[in-house]
């Protein structure tokens, strides 16, 4: 079964337009942590952002900010005012004790962002 | 942050050949070290989980002899495609554990199979 469901397979926006990316989680562990990371088109993994499971704060990070909602099993990552440099494929990932901390990724979502 | 090295960053092989992919924490050690690896267009799959002084432990699905798992020292794990063909043509990508919870990656490896 899918641990992180990126339901967004390719989003694609104008300069300066707002982007959200969905993340939807399942997990039985009450201690979790949730990821956003970024890869580019030469490939290597950004890490943006880590979240336990503990901490339902939103958190604003420049142009991206997060909204964790455990009622909802979500992580949605939002990219204010966004650039051509923010053209990449995003993923959420998720790691839990049960998986002995391993990332579970989701499937993506590309992101193109247009002049 | 901490620092993750892959090597070779990409190469071309024949088929039937084996490759050796080194990945090295550069600034810290790391007990347990992560192998995944990226199809076009696709996520990344955890290989197997290297840990230092021991057999790595693969996920289901992958061949442990064809994927050849070395955690030599607490700063370095090999990954050995032996007898490469076409369909092992793949992003590879390895990640170190810190003790603090968090995996850092590596730039990733990009082979391809002739």
Known sequence: ?115 | GAVVSQHPSWVICKSGTSVKIECRSLDFQATTMFWYRQFPKQSLMLMATSNEGSKATYEQGVEKDKFLINHASLTLSTLTVTSAHPEDSSFYICSAYSLYNEQFFGPGTRLTVL
């Open chain 1, 1 to 115: 079964a899918q641990k992180v469901t990126q339901a967004q397979t390719e989003i694609s926006v104008v300069e300066k337009e707002d982007v959200t990316l969905d993340c939807v989680y399942e997990t039985r562990d009450t201690t979790y942590y949730l990821f956003w990371y970024k890869q580019p088109p030469s490939g290597e993994l950004v890490f943006l952002i880590r979240r336990n499971s503990f901490d339902e704060q939103n958190e604003i990070s420049g142009r991206y900010s997060w909204n964790f909602q455990k009622s909802t099993s979500s992580f949605n990552f939002t990219i204010t005012a966004s650039q051509v440099v923010d053209s990449a494929v995003y993923f959420c990932a998720l790691s839990e004790p049960l998986n002995d901390y391993k990332l579970s990724f989701g499937a993506g979502t590309t992101v193109t962002v247009r002049a």
